[in-house]
């Protein structure tokens, strides 16, 4: 492990402890399926126990009296370990669950002032798996770790205890054969599968970005000829996952081996001694014998489980360091951070919170504004001065890398800026973002259309909208025709929008950013995805259906834009 590698790790401690701790249940909603669990586990031991004492008293004939303590206590001990073991899965999974719920909501609530920015370099396939599979994986704290370890080591005591009562030599057998297991198979687990549990996690979230990077990217990889050489790559990634899973399974295995075998040497350990211990002036009965050795092998079953939690532990913090390294510890200075809502007037000074007035117009004003991204050295845009007010149609320019995309997702507080950033005469960074992504909208160059009907895409924007307003606003972006070819507002637009062209996702979203009623709208690069023909026809129908006198555009394109759809033009270097 590098020098880096390691300092990761260490940094990412605290925080790896803090998601195992969200990932415990309270005590008082743990403790209800413990305790089942414990008296489960205990009536299990007991029922053997016995039932074997009854089996071999039955065999001296004595009278039926002596008999039915023992058959009563059989049936009692067999309906209470079916009731206690249905209670412990109810409440245990019930506290899992719960708990599970809460710290899901955690992680998003700490993604969310990140995203879309702060995650770019973040692969898709690997964030699904930490926030699905590794979240899911963190369940089996309660219920494959700690409960199973307290449940097994509190029963494993008082079966030595009862042990120990009747024979102290059998008692001290078991103790020394129960120690032995524990032992050996954790140690034989470590040495065997714990790298390979370790590395469950990060391989199943390898293995989700290929795949996700595949199905993506499959028309390109088989339009170049690269799609053998990434099926190739998805293989192998698919043959360490396998390996790996392997080598648990034999550490699994040759744990369960080393229980078994320390049971039936306790089993033995108790022969030895409980022969001898037989008819000598009445120090152990035959009943009494058979309970001590029986005993250990339903002691065992139960006691199986620690070397399994152990093992299922590894697993769990590999998932919980996961899960703790998907939010970086600290919040990049370049993602603006969300300031605490204030009672307007519960300031120091005893003056009013800033908000904007929606019955004013709203102008937006950047004065020598400056954007950098997340782990740039230098901004990606700098010293950019433009005002918008209601009515303006501003073409923002330049070439490729110029900083146009970064500035858009600067305005709509994706990312902090440098100068000065005004809305309503407020400066933006004093205005909680939610109130400046009601004012400012932003058409993206590649919009996001859910896997869902037309309907639901626009009702994203405003869901109080009827049927005619939804047709009025696509007769308005020129896709009404289109929308009642396939089906009116019903027809489904696919994952992503793959059931429709480049220009008809662009018109989608401008229909969306209209009924949500932008004072402020921002539409990035619209020609991007279509050609040129579509493309001037785009703007042209963009500029003259967006803006208004009550409404602002900007619109950001590399392309020429006509001098008579725009009232200015700011070019970027």
Known sequence: MSRSESSVQASARPATRAVLRLAQPRLRRFLPGLAAGVLSAALAVSLLAVSAWLITRAAEMPPILFLSLGVVGVRAFALGRSVFRYLERVASHDAAFGQLADLRVGIFARLVPLAPAGLGQTRRGDLLSRLVRDVDALQDLPLRVVQPLLVSGITAALSVVGVWMILPAAGLGLLVSLVLAGLIGTLMSSVLAARAER??????????????????????LTAFGALDARLEKFGRVDDRLRRASLQSALGAGLQSAVV????????????????????????????????????????????????????????????????????????????????????????????????????????????????????GVSPAVSGVTLRLAPGDRVHLGGASGAGKTTLANALVRFLDYTGSYRLGGIEASDLPQSEVRGVVGLCEQRPWLFDDSIRQNLLFAKDTATDAELESMLARVGLLDWARARGGLDARVGERGALVSGGQAQRIALARALLADFPILIIDEPTANVDAEQGERLIHDILTVAADAHRAVLLISHTPVPAELITSRVMLH
């Open 199 to 220: 590395t469950l996690a990060p391989l199943h979230g390898a293995l989700s970005t290929e795949v996700l990077e595949i199905l993506d990217n499959l028309d390109v």
């Open 260 to 375: 078994s075998l320390c049971a039936g040497a306790a089993t033995i350990a108790a022969l030895i001694w409980g022969i001898p211990a037989l008819g000598t002036d009445g120090a152990l009965t035959a009943p009494a014998f058979v309970v001590i050795v029986l005993v250990p092998l339903a002691v065992f079953e139960v006691f199986g489980m620690i070397p399994l939690a152990v093992g299922a532990f590894r697993q769990v913090h590999s998932s919980a360091e996961r899960v703790a390294t998907v939010v970086p510890s600290e919040v990049p200075r370049e993602i603006p951070r969300e300031h605490p809502v204030e009672h307007p007037v519960d300031r120091t000074d005893g003056s009013t919170s800033p908000h904007l007035d929606r019955s004013l117009p709203v102008v937006l004003e950047l004065t020598n504004v400056g954007v950098r991204w997340p782990g």
